[in-house]
């Protein structure tokens, strides 16, 4: 099965600095996508960004953008101008361009101090 | 309205007990899935269905069953509750295609007492 690493627990940012979030995932795959999803005290998973492997562009929504190497198998996000709204967990998640299953990884707490 | 609505959104039980998490959703897709959260180890697997007549475990599957009663619903059982599937529970649904993100119902809150 694929793997996901988020190796930084919590990290914190100053509102409008910028902050990267990391993640790396070990595969055989050559296609797959891959997701960022926030997660807010309510609770609600909400998908913030997703970037597909065959793609060599980085993705990007608004303030969110990612840093995709794929030989590396590396996958951080990065949020500009960071506001207190992004406080949230974070999870980066991988899936399988044949396989209908989700591999998440186990999250990273981002703190935003005003 | 939410798309995909799970209840009951908290609930506190003993051990021993059964109990039954629903899910349904308004998103007219065939794949549904249920995961359990626990700090510090993300969402896990428990069990994910691609039609009504295609159930598959997931990698946490043990102490807990589910039914696929229709495309919409999609419901997780423990048959006896214990302390350690105290967690964060979700329901997500995925739509044709690779490319698709999951949509995560509210999760339900179980504490086992």
């Known amino acids: 099965a694929q793997t996901v690493t988020q190796s930084q627990p919590e990290m914190s940012v100053q509102e409008a600095e910028t902050v990267t979030l990391s993640c790396t995932y070990d595969?055989?795959?050559?296609?797959?996508?891959l997701f960022w999803y926030k997660q807010p005290p309510s609770r609600q998973m909400i998908l913030v960004i997703r970037?597909?492997?065959?793609?060599?562009q980085n993705a990007t929504e608004n303030r969110f953008s990612v840093n995709f190497q794929k030989a590396a198998k590396s996958f951080s996000l990065k949020i500009s101008d960071s506001q207190l709204g992004d406080a949230a967990m974070y999870f980066c998640?991988?899936?399988?361009?044949?396989?209908?299953?989700?591999?998440f990884g186990s999250g990273t707490k981002l703190n935003v101090k005003p | 309205d939410a798309d995909v609505t799970q209840t009951p959104r908290n609930r506190i039980t003993k051990t021993g007990k059964r109990i039954m998490l629903e899910c349904s959703q308004t998103k007219g897709h065939d794949r549904m899935y249920w995961y359990r959260q626990d700090p510090g180890l993300g969402l896990r697997l428990i069990y994910y269905?691609?039609?009504?007549?295609?159930?598959n475990k997931g990698e946490i599957s043990d102490g807990y069953s589910v039914s696929r009663q229709a495309q919409a619903k999609f419901s997780l059982s423990l048959e006896s509750a214990i302390p350690n599937q105290t967690a964060l529970y979700f329901c997500a649904t995925q739509g044709q295609g690779a490319r698709y993100e999951q949509f995560f119902g509210p999760g339900t809150r179980l504490t086992v007492l």
């Open positions: 970037q597909e492997a065959y793609k060599q």
């Open positions: 269905s691609f039609d009504v007549k295609d159930i």
């Open positions: 595969t055989s795959e050559s296609d797959y996508y």
């Open positions: 998640a991988y899936r399988s361009r044949n396989f209908n299953k989700f591999y």
